[in-house]
């Protein structure tokens, strides 16, 4: 992608990154003045039948958006305000200030109603309802729904949100939430149709794990996938659906890395400690538990395996889980880490080894990787850490340091086998 254009009115050149985004004062869905990115309609795609087609915008387009913008909103439309941390973006979340303002009106109209709809259901549907609704909402009914450009196609693809970040591109989409919605309910009823009249019994408490109302060792085992240190920001990214629901998450009970709720390392390690100390509580003696885990700095490594072996847990095993997608953070960043280590966990006494170097360590596990594959740093990075692990070593080095291990090592095995 050309990160310069040529302006078609003047003939100047002019890099992108330079440019100020055009903007606009206007009236927003609950009738007050706002300033905002200017956006204007630029393509509509349809379908007729079994045919899907795309076209300008016409004046008839134009006219429906301008009655939209009249129409008055359900009483029960929330007018909440975002609350920022990490996530905030100057340029693309200017005037993101209020829930709607992720929203075009049409689309913050239909969800208002649609969730107003749902209390009309009987009690025992409701919150079913509600979640096919809100499972469909952050990641399709908002401005962070875009079009993106795919190799082997010849026109934009109409996609969704990026995971783990509230991105709103210079592209957006406004997509049809009743016909989302529709082919999103085959899959919820194919679901209930094969869990009907089902015996098995599964009790869901909605609560920290730092206080779980279960007896002391009654669990056989637990499989845990924590928040990853400052990796995702799950209650700024949440608010999205919580706002709709009228409760948002405690952010003082968080667990994570986060500057704007002035929480490190230590304090993450602290309340993670917490939720370890109460695993050991309700896990039987001879119980087990898995914790996914996942990070590319190795403080937060440490406070993990200061918390786990604080209450009395050692590491007996140690894999990679293999993701078929990676997420949006895995793929743009340069020291993230592919496949997230798996630590199988007990409460026995497990014989360590003496002292190693992590140095020594890395070495052993990129040298040990099949010849004349392609060296992969960031899965060689979670085998690094679920080696240290196993043999009760802290983890003392960074993705990063690690890849400019496997840099040299890549390098000298080259001379190696040069002739």
Same mark, same amino acid.
């Given at each position: 992608m050309e990160s310069w254009f040529?302006?078609?009115?003047?003939?100047?050149?002019?890099?992108?990154e330079t440019c100020e985004r055009a903007t606009e004062t206007n009236i927003d869905a609950f009738g007050r003045k706002h300033l905002m990115r200017k956006r204007v309609l630029a393509r509509v795609h349809g379908r007729t039948g079994k045919s899907k087609w795309q076209r300008p915008p016409t004046h008839e387009d134009s006219e429906l958006l301008a009655k939209v913008a009249k129409m008055k909103l359900p009483a029960s439309a929330p007018l909440a305000d975002i609350q920022w941390g990490e996530l905030h973006r100057a340029g693309y979340h200017l005037g993101i200030e209020k829930l709607h303002h992720f929203y075009t009106k049409r689309n913050f109209i239909v969800m208002a109603t649609l969730m107003e709809l749902v209390s009309e259901f009987p009690v025992e549907l409701q919150a079913s309802l509600r979640?096919?609704?809100?499972s469909y909402n952050a990641s399709h009914s908002t401005l962070m729904t875009r079009v993106v450009l795919k190799k082997g196609q010849s026109d934009f693809v109409l996609t969704g949100s990026q995971s783990g970040v509230l991105y709103i591109s210079g592209l957006p989409v406004e997509k049809n939430i009743l016909e989302g919605l529709r082919?999103?309910?085959?899959a919820f009823v194919d679901s209930f149709?094969? *869990?009907?009249g089902s015996r098995s019994k599964?009790?869901?408490y909605n609560r920290s794990s730092e206080s779980m109302p279960l007896e002391e060792g009654s669990v056989d085992y637990i499989f845990t996938d924590p928040p990853f240190g400052d990796y995702i920001p799950y209650a700024e990214l949440n608010q999205i659906n919580e706002l709709w629901l009228g409760r948002t998450t405690d952010r003082a009970r968080e667990v994570i890395v986060s500057p704007s709720q002035s929480k490190g390392v230590a304090e993450y390690g602290s309340?993670?400690?917490?939720?370890f100390q109460e695993m050991a509580r309700v896990l039987k003696a001879d119980g087990m538990a898995t914790v996914v885990f996942h990070s590319a700095h190795s403080n937060v490594w440490r406070a993990l395996v200061q918390a786990y072996s604080a209450a009395g847990f050692a590491v007996e095993a140690t894999n990679v889980l293999d993701k078929i997608q990676a997420s949006f953070k895995q793929v743009v960043s340069t020291v993230s880490v592919k496949g997230d280590p798996l *630590?199988?966990?007990s409460k026995r006494v497990v014989e360590r080894s003496g002292s190693i170097p992590n140095?020594?360590?890395?070495?052993?596990v990129i040298r040990s990787s099949p010849s004349g594959v392609k060296l992969d740093p960031q899965r060689l990075y979670s085998q690094f850490v679920g080696r240290c692990l196993e043999l009760g070593m802290n983890v003392d080095m960074d993705a990063k340091t690690f890849y400019k291990l496997v840099e040299t090592e890549t390098v000298g095995a080259f001379h190696e086998r040069s002739p």
């Open positions: 040529r302006c078609n009115a003047c003939g100047e050149q002019a890099a992108i979640l096919l609704t809100l082919r999103k309910s085959k149709r094969m *869990l009907h599964v009790t869901i309340m993670m400690g917490n939720v *630590l199988l966990l140095f020594s360590i890395a070495a052993e």
